[in-house]
C-alpha cells in the first residue's frame, strides 16, 4: 500500500485538465467517475512509458481525490483495519488485529490534509472550520469520521475514522474468542429475556457496541426495539420490528439538530418494548434512567468508563445535569434502575474480554452496593462469585 507517486498539487492539474477535456463529470455517479479518469489517463499518457498497472494506480489515485479519502482510502478498504488515526501530515496510525502501528503514508502537508477533511464534510453537507473546528460524520458503509482543526489541536488538522466492522457476534462465538464463559452467556441470555436493564461500560475500544450487538440475539423476536444512536453502528440480530433513529448535528446554518434526548422522548411515544441507546455521555442519561423505569424494561446502553463504579459516578453527574436532587437521591434512582453492569476491557495484546458482571442494588438510600456476580481472578480467569 503505497502513496501516489505524483504529488497531490500535480494530481491537483491533472483532474483540473480532466474537467476541462469533459465537463460536467463531477456529477457523474461514482462508477462513471471512474471510467471517466481511466480514459482520460490512458489518453493523457498515450505513448509513454507508464505500465498498464501504473495508469490503472494513477486513475485510482485520481479518483480517490475527488471522491474518496486521498490516500486513506486503501486503508479504509483494508477489512482488517477497524480504526484510521490521523494525528497530522506525517502520523498516520492504524489499528489491526487490537494493536496500533504506524502507516507507512503521509500527505504531503497539513493544507493537503485539511482540504481532504473539507471535501469529506462539504459532500456530507457538514460545517467544519475555524469557529467550529469539531466535527463528525458518517460514510455511507458506516464509517464514521471525528475531526479536530486549529485552534482546537493547535499543531495543525487532525481525524481518527473507525471503520464499520459489519459485525454481528453471537454470545456462542463470543465464548470461543474467550471473551466471557458459557456460564456468564447463558446468564446474560437469561437476563435479556427477563428484560433486565443492562448497561456496558468500558474504555474507547473494548467492544461495547459489538457486546450489545451480540446481546441483542437474546431479544424474542416478537419484541419491537428502538435503537437511538449518536452514529449508527448498532446491527441487531433476529429483531424484525426494529426502528432505528440516529442523532443529528446542526446544518451549515446552525439549524436541523437532533438531540440523543429528543430522541429517546420521541421514542418513548412510539411504542418500544425496549429501548437501546447506543453510548450516553450527556443530559439523554437522564432519559435513557427515566424510560428503565418508567414501563420499558429489558433496555439497555453503554458508556465509557474504568469500572462499574466509575460508571455509575459518571451517569450520576450526567443525572445532576438535569435534577435538582441531592447526591444520594441521584445515586439511589440508578441503583433502583440498572439491574446488571457488564464492565469490558481490552488487554495489551489487543484482545477484548468481559472483567466483571456486577449488580447494583438498593436497599435505601444510604445503602448502595455493587455486588459482584462474575468476576475474574488473579490468574485472569472469569468466575462466578458466591454472591450469586
Known sequence: MSPSPLS???RQALIAKALLAQPGIEACSDDELKKVLAEFVGKAYEGSDLSLKAKQDLARSLYNTMRGLDILQDLLEDAAITEIMVNGPDQIFIEKGGRVSQAPLAFDDQDHLLR????CFGRANRNINEQKPLGSLRFADGSR?????????????????RRFRNFRPQLK?????????????SFLATAVKERKNIFISGGTGTGKTSFLNAL????????????????????????????RLEAREPGPDGKGALSLESLIRAALRLRPDRIIV??????????????????????????HANSPEDMLDRLALLLLLRLDLPWAAVRHMLYSSLDYIVHLERLPNGKRQVHSLVAPQAKGEDNLSLVPLFVRDQEGKLQASRAR
Open 216 to 243: 441483542s440475539g437474546a431479544i424474542p423476536p416478537d419484541t419491537r426495539v428502538i435503537t437511538i444512536e449518536d452514529t449508527a453502528e448498532l446491527d441487531l440480530q433476529g429483531v424484525p420490528n426494529l426502528l
Open 116 to 119: 481532504m477533511i473539507h471535501r
Open 8 to 10: 497531490y498539487k500535480d
Open 278 to 303: 447506543g453510548e450516553v455521555r450527556g443530559e439523554e442519561a437522564y432519559a435513557m434512567i427515566e424510560a428503565m423505569r418508567s414501563g420499558h424494561p429489558g433496555s439497555m446502553s453503554s458508556g
Open 173 to 185: 462465538e463470543l465464548v470461543l474468542r474467550d471473551s466471557l464463559t458459557a456460564e456468564l452467556a
Open 145 to 161: 469520521m471525528q475531526a479536530v482543526l486549529p485552534p482546537a489541536s493547535p499543531d495543525g488538522p487532525a481525524l481518527s475514522l
